[in-house]
C-alpha cells in the first residue's frame, strides 16, 4: 500500500544546530507539505513543492528550507535550530486539487 | 493569519448525543477538507465538500457549507467514545494552488 513516512519520530537537537527531518511518500503525488503543529495555533504551513525541483515559502518558513530533487522526498531542514521550533512537525502529500491530503505520523523535535 | 477559525474550541458530551463543529473562512474556496486527529498520531481525511455542495454525508458525518456565509459545519450523529479527536477544517483556497490552511481545531471529548 501507499504510504507517506516521517523519520525520526522523535528528536532532541541543541540550539544552534542544523536538523533534517525526512519525509517520503510513495503515492506518486506532486504536491507536498510541511506544517507545524502547536497548541493554540493549529497546523501552520511552513513549505510547500508542487513537483521536482519546485519549492515555496508558507506563512512560518523563517528558519526552514526544503529542497525537492524528486518526487517521493520532501526534506525540511532548521538551518539553525532555535528554541521556538519546538513543536510537531507533519509532512503532508496530495495529488492534485479538490483532492484529499495524506499525512505523516509526524516528528516530535525538542530544541534545548 | 488561519484561514479557518473553528468553534468551539473543545466540546464534551455524552454517547449517544450528536457533535457539531463549526468553521468559518476568509477568502473564496474551491473546496473544504475536514480532518480528524487521535492523540499522538498524524491527520486522517474525513470528508471533501466542493464549492458547488451544499451538505455531503459520509456514515455518521454529516458537513455543509453555506459560501454565502463562508462558513462550514461536522455533525456526528450518535457519537461514540472511539470518536474522542481533534478535528480541524481545511480549506482549499482558490487561486492558491493547491494549498491546505487549516483551523486551529475543535477538540472533541465523547464520555461512555
Known amino acids: 500500500d501507499a504510504e507517506i513516512t516521517q523519520s525520526p519520530r522523535h528528536k532532541i537537537t541543541e540550539t544552534g544546530r542544523q536538523v533534517t527531518l525526512a519525509c517520503h511518500q510513495t503515492w506518486n503525488h506532486n504536491n507536498m507539505f510541511w506544517y507545524r503543529q502547536d497548541l493554540g495555533h493549529g497546523l501552520r504551513l511552513i513549505h510547500y513543492?508542487?513537483?521536482?525541483?519546485?519549492?515555496n515559502k508558507g506563512e512560518v518558513s523563517d528558519g526552514y528550507s526544503v529542497s525537492r530533487s524528486n518526487t517521493e522526498d520532501l526534506p525540511l531542514t532548521l538551518e539553525s535550530a532555535a528554541s521556538s521550533q519546538t513543536s510537531v512537525y507533519f509532512c503532508?502529500?496530495?495529488?492534485?486539487?479538490?483532492?484529499?491530503?495524506?499525512f505523516g505520523q509526524g516528528t516530535r523535535l525538542t530544541v534545548v | 493569519s488561519q484561514q479557518g477559525e473553528e468553534d468551539p474550541q473543545a466540546l464534551s458530551i455524552q454517547e449517544g448525543e450528536n457533535a457539531t463543529m463549526n468553521c468559518s473562512y476568509k477568502?473564496?474556496?474551491?473546496?473544504l477538507q475536514w480532518y480528524r486527529q487521535n492523540s499522538g498520531r498524524g491527520l486522517v481525511h474525513l470528508i471533501l465538500?466542493?464549492?458547488?455542495?451544499r451538505e455531503k454525508h459520509s456514515g455518521r458525518l454529516r458537513v455543509t457549507l453555506d459560501t454565502s456565509k463562508k462558513s462550514s459545519s461536522l455533525l456526528i450523529t450518535a457519537s461514540r467514545a472511539a470518536d474522542t479527536a481533534s478535528y480541524f477544517c481545511a480549506t482549499d483556497a482558490y487561486n492558491q494552488g493547491g494549498k491546505l490552511i487549516f483551523g486551529q481545531g475543535t477538540e472533541l471529548s465523547v464520555k461512555p
Open positions: 465538500i466542493r464549492s458547488n455542495e
Open positions: 503532508a502529500s496530495r495529488d492534485t486539487l479538490n483532492t484529499e491530503a495524506f
Open positions: 477568502t473564496s474556496i474551491n473546496n
Open positions: 513543492s508542487y513537483g521536482v525541483q519546485d519549492t
